[in-house]
């Protein structure tokens, strides 16, 4: 995959200033759109992409039932499953996720029921024996789960997503950054990080700013990608809550955190790995959203390019 170069770009204060950021902004969004292509194509991807099919999509109900239970799960699965697709083993002591499972059994074309049921039921159906009726949800059963962070085992293959650099200074330029961003922003020490393994999320507020969180961690330069990523929610996508529009809001708050980090010298080409993990999007649409990305990427450089020459 395409690594993101770590030349620094820098504009004059000109009248062509702002053509000549755009331009160079277009041509690093052309290579994340390569990057894109390539991370899709890659065997890590393919791998990832093979394990992520194996886990279950569970409905809304379950999904609230493991996270009152387990908030910080991410990744569940049966005991059984564990052991069999994935060589993982659960730990000694580990208190089960109870959630409802799917009874898939034969059951009566007419009420629905299982044969069982059927035949202690009021339903007349007679025309086709059991044996030949198909099968179809009869019911649901208590089943117990376990989250991967309750296990131990083989790892499982993950995408290197997380920004490289020197961000030490950049950090702190982000946060001050806030406020001409009107946006009001917190970094959360690990311990106390309530939403799963998300780096950050936006909430937004009625007559307020939009309130930014980060977890904090090690790496100050995926922790700057991931602020940046997070401004940019702010900056596009309050009020906005269409879930179809989820992926490409993704789209833009990536790219945003992609030519940011690029600018400031990192290494941002993990998000080419972010991005090929939504799917629904040709890597086409980041070009379709080139202004929305451009103007806002431009901004923050800006703000921030301000915050560290007042220092």
Same mark, same amino acid.
């Given at each position: ?23 160079? /902004?277009? =041509? ?7 990057? @894109?292509?390539? =991370? ?55 208190? =089960? ?14 009420? +629905? ?7 202690? *039921? ?26 991967? %962070? ?27 950054? =806030? ?21 950050? /999320? ?6 307020? !700013? ?28 309050? +009020? @906005? ?5 989820? %992926? ?10 992609? /030519? ?9 080409? +993990? *998000? ?5 993990? !939504? ?14 990305? %451009? ?7 800006? /703000? ?8």
């Amino acid at each position: 995959m395409a690594t993101s170069s770590s030349s620094r770009e820098t504009f004059d204060d000109s009248d062509t200033r702002h053509d000549e950021m755009h331009s160079t /902004i277009e =041509a690093w969004i052309q290579d994340l759109v390569d990057e @894109v292509d390539d =991370a899709v194509s890659s065997e890590q991807f393919t791998e990832w992409l093979d394990v992520q099919s194996r886990f279950h999509d569970y409905s809304h109900r379950n999904t609230l039932l493991i996270k009152l239970q387990c908030p910080h799960a991410t990744r569940v699965a049966g005991y059984r499953t564990w052991q069999n697709e994935f060589d993982r083993h659960v730990k000694e002591g580990e208190t =089960a996720i109870w959630i409802w499972a799917p009874i898939i059994a034969k059951q009566c074309p007419n009420c +629905g029921n299982s044969p069982s049921y059927h035949e202690r *039921s009021d339903c007349e159906y007679d025309e086709t024996p059991p044996d030949s009726w198909e099968k179809g949800l009869v019911g649901f059963r208590p089943a117990p789960v376990f989250d991967i %962070s309750q296990t131990d085992g083989e790892p499982l293959p993950d995408l290197e997503t997380e920004a490289k650099g020197q961000a030490d200074e950049l950090v702190p330029a982000l946060l001050e950054a =806030a406020d001409p961003l009107e946006v009001d922003v917190e970094v959360v020490p690990p311990q106390d990080w309530s939403h799963g393994s998300a780096k950050g /999320i936006c909430e937004y507020r009625p007559s307020e !700013w939009p309130r930014v969180a980060v977890r904090d961690r090690e790496n100050d330069a995926d922790l700057a990608v991931t602020l940046v990523h997070e401004y940019a929610h702010a900056l596009l996508h309050s +009020g @906005v809550d269409d879930e179809a529009e989820r %992926s490409k809001r993704e789209l833009e708050a990536e790219a945003i955190g992609y /030519i940011v980090g690029r600018y400031f010298e990192l290494d941002t080409s +993990g *998000s080419a790995f972010y991005l090929a993990a !939504w799917h629904g999007d040709e890597p086409e649409t980041i070009l379709d959203r080139l202004e929305r990305i %451009s103007s806002t990427a431009q901004e923050i450089i800006d /703000i921030v390019s301000e915050v560290t020459d007042n220092e």
